[in-house]
């Protein structure tokens, strides 16, 4: 039986062989990764990276050792406070906070919550002035104070002809002098990480005087300038610069008085606020222990580029760790508290003591730490 062909008609088209779904998924998987590479090769950034090579990560021995000493540590105000990033304790042993709401708030030693004022931003810094008032660094905002009946007032939003960038924390000395740090010129308060993958001196410290109401800038160019605090005899004062892993000392009298040095360098973690605890020591508080990946990323421009350009949530992600270290005046650690699985307490960006307690806050967590001192 001879085969027999089928052709088209004369003078009518070619059938189109429409592909199969696999082949379509495929297709445009391809084109999908395509977009991607392309996007992430030529779309601008919204970094300009330099290279930072850090110093390799000290390890955690002596006084830095791991323990579990802050899993003991109370804790108040569950779900009744959002990011209590800096807290202050009076004498009556009421804690004052400022929240990502833009709140600041007292909380009783009965546990009872109530806002003090509300700022409109986002306070984190926080201190007491000889006339009782409340100094707040609010990220949004620049320097407010708030007198106890509740009303904000604006001191500063602007330093050396430039504005605020990013308030972070204050201290206040005896005489009412203020100290506070502008963390960076560029970035504002949810966009700190971006800070930390362009690597480039957006911070300073800054100081403002209440009898003048002028704003002077003590220490430009720091990468994310960061905590405060003064000596107990008030005669120099620390910064931290987070992305350098280090703490800084400025002099206010004597010789020195106006030159700066480094107090602690390479520490294990990133430092946030400090405080004097009225003893001669400062409590020192590391948001997070460093990690590989972070510091791996540093020295690469190009790559840390690319990375700014995708969504926060593919980023390498911070360990969820409590770590707060006691540093002598001479810049010596002393001793540390630590939680190493983060489930207590985690993120703790403050550390202040008073009557035998050490209070703890965190930029992200939803609770405030009550540690009791031996």
Known sequence: MSEIKTEPPAGSAPQEV?????????????????????????????????????????????????????????????????????????????????????RLVRVDPDGTVSTLATTGGRPVGIAFAPDGKLIVADAMKGLLSVDPAGEVALLADGAGNEPLGFADDVTVARDGTIYFSDASMKFGPQEYLLDMLEARPHGRLVRYDPATHKTEVL????????????????????????????????????????????????????????????????????????????????????????????????????????????????GKILNSLQDPTGRHLREVTSAFERDGYLYLGSLHNDRIGKHKLP
């Open 18 to 102: 429409k592909p199969g779904p696999a082949r379509r998924v495929l297709r445009g998987i391809v084109i999908g990764l395509g977009l991607i590479v392309a996007y992430l090769l030529f779309w601008p950034s919204p970094i300009d990276p330099v290279a930072f090579a850090p110093p390799p990560i000290p390890p955690l021995t002596g006084p830095l050792a791991p323990n579990d000493r802050l899993q003991d540590a109370e804790l108040l105000a569950v779900g009744k406070v959002d990011g209590p990033e800096d807290v202050e304790v009076d004498a009556q042993g009421r804690i004052f906070t400022g929240t990502a709401d833009g």
């Open 219 to 330: 220490l430009p160019d720091m990468c994310f300038a960061n905590g405060v605090a003064l000596s107990q005899n008030e005669d120099f004062l620390l910064v931290n610069e987070t992305y350098r892993f280090r703490i800084l000392r400025y002099w206010l009298t004597g010789k020195r008085a106006g030159e700066w040095d480094v107090f602690v360098d390479n520490l294990p973690g990133y430092p946030d606020n400090i405080t004097q605890s009225g003893r001669g020591t400062f409590w020192l508080a590391l948001f997070t222990i460093r990690n590989e990946q972070a510091d791996w990323l540093s020295p690469r421009p190009f790559i840390k580029g690319m990375m700014a350009k995708l969504p926060a949530f593919l980023w390498p992600k911070p360990q969820p760790y409590a770590f707060v270290v006691q540093i002598d005046e001479e």
